[in-house]
């Protein structure tokens, strides 16, 4: 939110965007404007296909995203309203959320250059390499925040559900 640039605003709501499906970077970019309904307090969002059902014949279940009154700069609901009303994100049910040639390499740059820019901050306060981050650790850190961000968290497999993480012993 500091950077105060209309990409900033547009990473800001991919990143949300992905962060709260636990999803694949991937994924963000194959969201379009009908795959987007409310349900009461939530916006629920359904993919077409993913990368464990190419052919799109599972059943589709929507995965639910909520605001977060407490803490505006994280929450999802405001980051993409913020970013629909500065993209002007409009058109047919068909159009993409995210609409353009290479938006996920898009977010990747614009990742990468805010990671780099507080490489310093990040890599002392957390003890990482910022060049072992990228697209590909938003999946992964989702989903271990979820694992262990509360002193009562979800279990285990409703983490992995929502993350679609493989459960090989328990799908077999």
């Known amino acids: 939110m500091l950077e105060n640039s209309t990409e ?39 993919f077409a296909q993913m990368k464990n059902d190419q052919t799109g014949d599972r059943k589709r279940d929507p995965r639910h995203v909520y605001a977060n009154p407490h803490d505006v700069l ?19 049910k068909d159009s993409a959320l995210f609409p353009g040639s290479n938006q996920y390499k898009r977010f990747a740059k614009s990742f990468e250059k805010l990671l780099f820019k507080h490489k310093i901050e990040i890599e002392a306060e957390f003890g990482i390499e910022v060049s072992d981050l990228g697209v590909h650790s938003l999946r992964k850190g989702a989903a271990g925040y979820i694992s262990s961000g509360s002193t009562c968290a979800p279990p285990q497999i409703a983490t992995n559900l929502r993350a679609r993480l493989t459960m090989v012993v328990i799908q077999d």
């Open 8 to 46: 900033a605003i547009f990473a800001r709501a991919f990143l949300c965007v992905t962060w709260n499906l636990v999803c694949r970077a991937s994924n963000t970019v194959t969201i379009h404007l009908h795959h987007l309904s409310w349900s009461d307090d939530c916006l629920c969002i359904y």
């Open 74 to 92: 994280v929450c999802p609901i405001t980051a993409l309203a913020m970013y629909i009303s500065i993209f002007n994100v409009t058109g047919s």
